[in-house]
């Protein structure tokens, strides 16, 4: 793909533009949690992206990579590219936001020391230069089959900023490119914005200012939502989205599954114990009766994963795979076998309110191991510790894992490879095999790798396979074109607040 996403450029206008009016009215989100940061060093969040813009957009609506601050870019080979920029951006502390900002973020992105949050993707990038104004040369370390969506996490940031505040400051009193500003924080309260005055595009339609409440307990946000407190509340549990899908001036908006729950199990050297032995992974596996805890806890909104943690929709999927089917006594077999006939206990470490029906979908695995002598001690983690631990490698030796990521294989299976910072399983071969996945261009070829990847996965019983996970969002109707992405991620170009 030699020119890629200019025929958008020119309808850039009538793709996200919206009409030039805002009513003086304020959005208010109900969020689960506070970010600790927003500029998502520890781990992204979306309620840095009315502030911060990516080179190119992962469009919620139409699932297509359209362009933003860049117009397109070429590939001059395959692993370089030039990148034309939008001119006339500034950032709101008026630093232009041309090739040198542009390069400046590329290699900020590309450091997972100093962006721990993006160092999944980092490899792939080896250098970034200013050309002119606005056209940046990128080299690439390996070709790469995403080009576009690998442009597209890429957030824009000035540089003489970043250079003032550092990333940490920079992380709490975040400059962009975007419609707002960054106002007010009060930490595990609220975060205020309001409308970026000098905005480069169109303002957003029917409201001027966003207000993020932080509301941990999922009931709290629902009962918001029904009342008008909240306009959009976020990770709304399932029996309260079926109510509110049957109530007068709410709705619920869920797209396709986007999350893959799985619980990690450590077999790192660090993390000595029964889950060291693959047959007790297999056992775990086996344990667990993945579709009771869908119909009984999702009401049937979930789907299994088929033993692998690819999406029905992208490449390399294997229709022929199943889950391990649910078999206890085989269960009790692989322990005995493993050396362990009357069971084991272990540490079952799972977060208080990160996820909806989370702390219950904990006990009720609890439950089914217990029933082929696995003893569960579980310890509640609140988002916060439970993101600590999790990118430190101390989420062990077994732990609930809700995972989302940008829509290709490449970044799904990335998370296992044995350098990255949450993964808790090391193999060369399975490095490989993802190494190769994100630098194969050939399509069947690099389908044939992923195939080969999520056998080694199963065999190995690297993690327990739960289920696909769709995430659930109230919102008031008059809140028009919500939407979010695969790596469940939403922005406000096309959203309208209609008038009360």
């Known amino acids: 793909m030699y020119k890629t996403l200019a025929a958008f450029a020119m309808a850039l206008g009538c793709s996200i533009a919206i009409p030039n009016t805002t009513t003086a009215q304020t959005l ?4 689960d949690f506070d970010p600790s940061d927003l500029y998502g060093t520890r781990s992204t969040n979306n309620a840095m992206f009315p502030i911060l813009e990516s080179l190119y957009l992962d469009d919620p609506a139409t699932g297509k990579i359209r ?19 939008r001119k006339g951006v500034s950032f709101s502390n008026g630093e232009p936001m ?6 400046h973020s590329i290699k900020l992105f590309a450091d997972p020391k ?32 995403i080009v576009d969506l690998l442009l597209a996490q890429i957030l824009v940031v000035p540089p003489k900023y970043w250079e003032e505040v550092g990333p ?31 905005y480069w595009g169109e303002p957003p339609k029917g409201f001027d200012k966003l207000v993020w409440k932080t509301v941990p307990e999922a009931n709290a946000r629902a009962a918001g939502l029904k009342t008008g407190e909240y306009d959009l509340a976020i990770a709304i549990p399932v029996i309260d989205a079926i109510e509110i899908e049957n109530l007068d001036g709410v709705d619920i908006y869920s797209g396709d599954v986007s999350r893959v729950f799985q619980l990690t199990l450590s077999s ?47 490449p390399g999927y294997d229709p022929e795979m199943r889950d391990y089917p649910h078999d206890p006594e085989k269960a009790k077999a692989l322990l005995a076998e ?26 009720a695995i ?90 080694l996965i199963y065999d190995e019983a690297v993690i327990v396979y739960l289920f696909g996970g769709r995430e659930f969002y109230g919102h008031s109707e008059r809140l028009k074109n919500f939407a979010t992405n695969t790596a469940q991620r939403y922005f406000f170009y096309d959203v309208v607040l209609e008038p009360k």
């Open 67 to 85: 362009p933003l601050l860049a117009l397109e870019h070429e590939m001059v080979s395959d692993t370089e590219l030039l990148i034309k920029l």
């Open 268 to 314: 790192l050297p660090q993390h000595e114990g029964p889950v060291q032995d693959k047959r007790v992974r297999q056992a775990l596996n086996y344990a667990i009766d993945k579709q009771a805890i869908i119909d009984a806890l999702y009401y049937g909104k979930a789907k299994l994963l088929n033993g692998q943690v690819i999406l029905p929709s992208q």
């Open 98 to 103: 041309n090739a040198e900002a542009v390069a």
């Open 168 to 198: 940490k400051g920079f992380g709490q009193k975040p400059i962009g490119t975007g419609q707002f500003l960054l106002t007010e924080w009060s930490k595990d309260d609220r975060i205020v914005m309001d409308l970026n005055p000098d």
């Open 366 to 455: 609890s439950g089914m191991l217990s029933k082929v002598g696995i003893k569960t001690n579980i310890t509640l983690l609140e988002s916060g510790e439970f993101i600590r631990q999790l990118v430190n490698r101390e989420y062990a030796p077994m732990g609930i894992l809700g995972l989302g990521v940008p829509d290709d294989p490449s970044f799904g299976l990335a998370v296992y490879r044995s350098d990255w910072r949450y993964s808790y399983y090391q193999n060369p071969e399975l490095d490989a095999l993802i190494d190769a996945s994100a630098s194969t261009v050939d399509p069947k070829e690099r389908a044939e790798i992923i195939r080969k990847a999520s056998k």
């Open 114 to 145: 100093t962006v721990p949050a993006y160092g999944i993707y980092a490899s792939t990038v080896d250098t970034a230069e200013a050309v002119d104004e606005h056209t940046v040369r990128v080299t690439l370390t390996k070709p790469s089959p």
């Open 28 to 31: 208010t989100i109900a969020q």
């Open 338 to 363: 493993a050396g362990y006939p009357d069971g084991i206990e272990i540490e079952f470490r799972c977060p208080s309110n990160r996820y909806p029906q989370g702390q219950e979908t904990c006990e």
